[in-house]
């Protein structure tokens, strides 16, 4: 009899644990396909930050302008933070309704996660500045190099690119969610690039570089036994017309197409 009674607790003992565990574990089992989507929306972050950082290589005061501020936002919220189908096509602005909204980003009351386009911004640097030229975080990698200046090397160090996301609070009249629906999140990520390439118009500059400064190529001094040294090699080699070193020569190096070679324009 005592058998019995005992058997009958332990069967009693064991539902109450796993209603015990139930009620901590089903809420957040609910929640898993909310953090899904909270991981999706912070890739989508960092692939933005990405081709910001990216744009910038391109679009800069080294080698033109800085691409407007509010157009690169424009961008980065038409093409990562709507709806995957959107195409690609310059000045293509996303409008806060649902046709441009990304259908995975929604809580379980079917309210978008981001809920304006304005909640995604980008920021420059380290404070996340709204500046650009804010963006330059300075270093020490150019002080080996003491040409650096007379080549024209920049080195203003690494240069970083901020995408921040405010997103929408979950529903708060859902029990099972709660005290997840007020944690007012918000996702940031980041890309440091080294912005700062050699960059030239074209190979004349190359040349204005490399010989403006006597310090890195003595074109004057090279080009006096220039003569010389070409008729000296041309009496050894003869009679297979070698050339000399063409020393001091630069222009001799341009790397440009004949203009035989270019096809003209239909």
Same mark, same amino acid.
């Given at each position: 009899?005592?058998?019995?009674?005992? /058997?009958?607790?332990? /069967?009693? +003992? !064991?539902?109450?644990?796993?209603? @015990? @565990?139930? *009620?901590? *574990?089903?809420?957040?089992? *609910?929640?898993?396909?909310?953090?899904?989507? &909270?991981? %999706?929306?912070?890739?989508? #972050?960092?692939? #933005?930050?990405? &081709?910001? !950082?990216? %744009? =910038?290589?391109?679009?800069? %005061? #080294?080698?033109?302008?800085?691409?407007?501020?509010?157009?690169? #936002?424009?961008?980065? /919220?038409r093409r990562f933070f709507s709806h995957p189908d959107a195409p690609i096509k310059t000045h293509d602005v996303a409008g806060d309704f649902k046709a441009h909204q990304n259908p995975f980003w929604r809580d379980p009351g079917g309210g978008a996660l981001v809920r304006r386009f304005a909640d995604v911004s980008i920021g420059f640097g380290s404070d996340n500045s709204a500046n650009q030229i804010a963006g330059f975080e300075s270093a020490s990698d150019g002080m080996p190099y003491t040409l650096r200046e007379p080549l024209g090397l920049p080195a203003r160090g690494v240069y970083t690119v901020n995408v921040s996301v405010v997103l929408a609070n979950l529903p708060?009249?859902?029990?099972?969610? +709660?005290?997840?629906?007020?944690?007012?999140?918000? *996702?940031? /990520?980041?890309?440091? @690039?080294?912005?700062?390439?050699? @960059? =030239?118009?074209?190979p004349t500059q190359v040349e204005a570089r490399i010989g403006g400064d006597p310090r890195i190529y003595p074109v004057a001094t090279l080009r006096e036994p220039a003569d010389f040294v070409d008729a000296a090699v041309s009496v050894i080699e003869a009679p297979g017309g070698l050339r000399g070193p063409r020393l001091g020569q630069l222009e001799f190096w341009r790397d440009v197409v004949p203009d035989d070679r270019l096809e003209g324009e239909d």
């Open positions: 009899m005592t058998r019995h009674v005992v /058997r009958r607790a332990q /069967r009693g +003992q !064991a539902l109450t644990e796993f209603l @015990v @565990v139930a *009620l901590a *574990l089903v809420p957040l089992f *609910l929640l898993v396909p909310m953090i899904a989507k &909270y991981q %999706d929306i912070r890739h989508s #972050a960092q692939l #933005a930050s990405r &081709y910001a !950082a990216f %744009d =910038a290589m391109a679009r800069n %005061d #080294a080698v033109s302008s800085w691409k407007p501020s509010h157009q690169l #936002a424009d961008e980065v /919220r708060a009249d859902v029990r099972s969610l +709660q005290p997840f629906d007020g944690l007012d999140l918000s *996702l940031r /990520r980041a890309t440091s @690039v080294l912005l700062d390439p050699w @960059v =030239a118009q074209g």
